[in-house]
Nanobody, 129 residues
Framework: QVQLVESGGGLVQPGESLTLSCAASGLTADYYAIAWFRQAPGKEREGVSCFSTSDGNTYYADSVKGRFTISRDNAKNTVHLQMNSLQPEDTGVYYC??????????????????????WGQGTQVTVAS
């Protein structure tokens, strides 16, 4: 049984940083993609970042490039999302997702495909002064 457990959310002021963590268990494939999505109130869920374990490739949404960094701790089977220079528009529930696929699934439009098989419960990130 695959479980994804997020942690690290909270309330911060604009310009501050947060690190989210996703502890994954039960994934049995040799390679998989693990990603972060977020959903703001009244908006659709959007892909923020993705890490492909097959080749170490990463994906970032344009809105977070240069501010967010995704990384993997192999020993702990945990993926982190370091978020710097946070802005109010980064507010939302952040979800960890995983799928036993070779690469991060990117749509023709350049967005991260939402059709991941496994999802965590989400962690709230609020950026406000």
């Amino acid at each position: 049984q695959v479980q994804l457990v997020e942690s690290g959310g909270g309330l911060v002021q604009p310009g501050e940083s947060l690190t989210l963590s996703c502890a994954a268990s039960g994934l049995t494939a040799d390679y998989y993609a693990i990603a972060w999505f977020r959903q703001a109130p009244g908006k659709e869920r959007e892909g923020v970042s993705c890490f492909s374990t097959s080749d170490g490739n990463t994906y970032y949404a344009d809105s977070v490039k240069g501010r967010f960094t995704i990384s993997r701790d192999n020993a702990k089977n945990t993926v982190h999302l370091q978020m710097n220079s946070l802005q109010p528009e980064d507010t939302g529930v952040y979800y960890c997702a995983a799928d036993e696929i070779f690469a991060c699934p990117i749509t023709f439009g350049g967005a991260l495909n939402k059709n991941f098989e496994f999802w965590g419960q989400g962690t709230q990130v609020t950026v406000a002064s």
